[in-house]
């Protein structure tokens, strides 16, 4: 079989990428190793943050370009995927100014309040020191995102296979020569690789300067509530009366509201995973929740697990060597950029530089 370009993942990132390079006219397969929905890798679930909210300009600016990509995709794939319920952060006066100083410099409106104005607004919600709400930002369904840009690149005439595992990729003359699971041998002008806790092992030695990254089991934890949807997503910020420095994220889902403590689980093979949530860790999610969330039920936590790929600046890998594309290293953040991300690739893919930012080798600078 040959095609125009391969993509390898059918997480959020090569589902994105699809839809864009389908949309531009180009001959895509996505090939994606497990069943449709399933939830061994990075992209499964009901929720996911949107937020424009970070300190620095650059990835206010990317999120800015990602919500109307999300519309778009709404349009294209007939559903709703975006619920803008607005953010709190809150934690260290020092993160709450620098997000709000980041959001006004961008033009986008930002609130700051004290602890005693989020206990009125929200009172499922017990805020540290300052705090701060934007209005840009909220839940997007995870699964319901995967399945629309996988359909709607479907309808952009994508092939779309899951249950094909991509054993070996050989970069050849013109092109990449992939071989998959079953021994079938599939050429293309371009592949973009996309494969989330995977990426050590199936680039390494096929990509030059790719970071070192950290793949790591993440487990969140979902509370009923009452009216879950209507909570706001939220972050605590570490370092004031936070006991951990790795901060707290939280938003409402129709699992009820999802509380985690960010990047903190046990490296993991994401082929030989163990066997599922870890009770001492759901413990210290429950004891978060009796001091901070009194408007959730701690006693009846029901946990999952996720994977992070961190690179150690903990920027994301896009860029492009020769036929092979890298979209890598999401950590806990990615999901909100998949639509401008997979864009992004695209870009790469017709001949466009990559941001420095997310570039590999020595050419990947702050
Ligand atoms: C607990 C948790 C909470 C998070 N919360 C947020 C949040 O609130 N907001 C946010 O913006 N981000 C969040 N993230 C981050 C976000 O979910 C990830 O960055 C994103 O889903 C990464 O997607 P991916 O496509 O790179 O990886 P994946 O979803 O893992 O997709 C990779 C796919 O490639 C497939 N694959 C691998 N190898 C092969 C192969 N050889 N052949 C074929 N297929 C292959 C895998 O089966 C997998 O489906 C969170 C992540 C976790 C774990």
Do not use: N
């Not at 993160?95 to 929200?122: F, I, K, N, Y």
């Not at 096929?206 to 993440?218: A, D, H, N, Y």
């Not at 210290?284 to 009796?290: F, K, L, P």
């Not at 901070?292 to 492009?320: E, N, Q, S």
Request: glycine share 12%; charged share 20%.
């Amino acid at each position: 079989m040959t095609a125009d370009v391969v993509v390898v993942g059918g997480g959020v990132m090569g589902s994105s990428a699809a839809w864009h390079l389908a949309a531009r006219g180009r001959r895509v397969t996505l090939l994606e190793q497990f069943a449709p929905g399933h939830g061994r890798g990075s992209s499964h679930g009901s929720s996911r943050i949107f937020r424009l909210a970070y300190p620095e300009p650059f990835y206010v600016s990317l999120a800015v370009r990602a919500l109307p990509l999300w519309r778009r995709l709404e349009e294209d794939a007939g559903t709703k995927l975006l619920d803008l319920t607005g953010a709190v952060d809150h934690g260290p006066a020092a993160a709450t100014s620098a997000l709000h100083q980041a959001l006004t410099a961008a033009g986008r409106p930002a609130e700051l309040l004290d602890p005693t104005q989020v206990a009125e607004r929200w009172p499922g919600l017990r805020a540290d020191t300052s705090a701060l709400f934007h209005p840009e930002a909220g839940r997007l369904h995870a699964d319901d995102s995967v399945a629309a840009f996988q359909r709607a690149a479907a309808a952009h005439g994508a092939q779309v296979r899951h249950g094909v595992r991509a054993s070996r990729l050989t970069v050849r003359d013109r092109g990449v020569e992939l071989v998959t699971d079953s021994e079938e041998v599939i050429v293309a002008e371009h592949v973009v690789v996309a494969v989330g806790g995977w990426a050590p092992s199936l680039l390494s030695g096929l990509v030059p300067g790719l970071p070192p990254m950290r793949v790591t089991e993440e487990q969140p934890v979902h509370f009923p509530a009452a009216a879950p949807l209507d909570w706001p997503s939220f972050i605590h910020h570490g370092g004031a009366r936070l006991d951990s420095e790795a901060g707290v994220y939280g938003l409402g889902s129709a699992d009820g509201v999802k509380v985690g403590f960010h990047g903190v689980g046990p490296v993991v093979d994401p082929d030989r995973r163990g066997g599922g949530p870890d009770a001492r860790a759901v413990e210290q999610v429950q004891e978060y929740a009796r001091r901070w969330l009194p408007g959730v039920d701690h006693t009846t936590p029901t946990a999952t697990t996720c994977l992070y790929t961190t690179t150690p600046d903990h920027d994301f890998v896009i860029d492009r060597r020769g036929p092979v594309t890298v979209l890598a290293g999401f950590s806990g953040h990615g999901f909100k950029f998949a639509s401008v991300l997979g864009e992004l690739a695209a870009d790469l893919v017709e001949g466009h530089p990559a941001a420095s930012r997310f570039a590999l080798g020595a050419a990947r600078a702050r």
